[in-house]
């Protein structure tokens, strides 16, 4: 059975719904924590989400809450969408009439073509308290750098490298014996929280996107 949750209201023509599009690469559990909070934000529809990455562990999980899911082809590069895929990437999204575009462990920057097709409308989480750490394994870099606290950032993406704006973080104490792993996991759970709670302000109108 379709869920009444995730496929009505915007496309019924509700400009108060705020329409989101989830972007992943892999595991995916921040948008499984977005998609099991969404009754708690009526507000937000889950449009789709597209990974870029055929088995993707996200897929199997939006498609187990019956939300419009897919793979897209990235093309041949490793860390960016070429122009095709870009091209495949915007329309797609349009088709959907994605307000807001997550990006939750989307592996691949986002040039400027794709973001101004979304101009202020694509958030991202990452593992740090940008503009600490950014890129790659940050809780490592965290530890190696000897922080005493670490956490999350949801910011607004530009063409950098977790360099855009930050829209608000999360931290975490950094522990005696903590090592990447279990840092990863404390902080994972503050993510979990963080990204649901400006998803929902977003859709609220106390956070203003573009
Ligand atoms: C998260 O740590 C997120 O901050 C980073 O990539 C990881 C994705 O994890 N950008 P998941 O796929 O949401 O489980």
């Given at each position: 059975?379709?869920?009444?949750?995730?496929?009505?209201?915007g496309?019924?023509?509700?400009?108060?719904?705020?329409?989101i599009?989830?972007?992943?690469?892999?595991?995916?559990?921040?948008m499984e924590?977005?998609?099991?909070?969404?009754?708690?934000?009526p507000?937000v529809?889950?449009?789709?989400?597209i990974?870029?990455?055929?088995?993707?562990?996200?897929?199997?999980?939006?498609?187990?809450?019956?939300?419009?899911?897919?793979?897209?082809?990235?093309?041949?590069?490793?860390?960016?969408?070429?122009p095709?895929?870009?091209?495949?990437?915007?329309?797609?999204?349009?088709?959907?009439?994605a307000?807001?575009?997550?990006l939750?462990?989307?592996?691949?920057?986002?040039?400027?073509?794709?973001?101004?097709?979304?101009?202020?409308?694509?958030?991202?989480?990452?593992?740090?308290?940008?503009?600490?750490?950014?890129?790659?394994?940050?809780?490592?870099?965290?530890?190696?750098?000897?922080?005493?606290?670490?956490?999350?950032?949801?910011?607004?993406v530009d063409s950098?490298i977790?360099?855009?704006?930050?829209?608000?973080?999360?931290?975490?104490?950094?522990?005696?014996?903590?090592?990447?792993?279990?840092?990863?996991?404390?902080?994972?759970?503050?993510?979990?929280?963080?990204?649901?709670?400006?998803?929902?302000?977003?859709?609220?109108k106390?956070i203003?996107?573009?």
């Open positions: 059975m379709k869920d009444p949750v995730s496929s009505s209201a496309d019924t023509g509700d400009n108060d719904v705020l329409r599009a989830i972007l992943i690469s892999g595991r995916g559990s921040n924590a977005i998609l099991k909070r969404r009754m708690t934000m507000k529809r889950v449009v789709c989400v990974s870029d990455n055929p088995s993707a562990k996200g897929l199997q999980i939006a498609k187990n809450f019956d939300i419009d899911n897919l793979y897209l082809d990235p093309g041949p590069y490793k860390t960016k969408l070429d095709a895929a870009e091209q495949r990437y915007i329309e797609y999204l349009i088709s959907k009439k307000d807001l575009i997550c939750a462990g989307f592996m691949r920057l986002i040039k400027d073509s794709f973001l101004s097709a979304f101009p202020g409308r694509i958030i991202n989480i990452h593992p740090s308290l940008l503009p600490k750490f950014p890129g790659l394994n940050a809780q490592k870099q965290a530890l190696e750098a000897g922080e005493k606290v670490s956490g999350c950032t949801v910011h607004f950098g977790d360099s855009g704006s930050i829209i608000r973080q999360r931290t975490v104490p950094i522990l005696e014996r903590d090592n990447p792993d279990k840092l990863a996991s404390r902080i994972l759970k503050e993510e979990h929280i963080l990204y649901s709670e400006i998803i929902k302000e977003i859709s609220q106390k203003r996107i573009g």
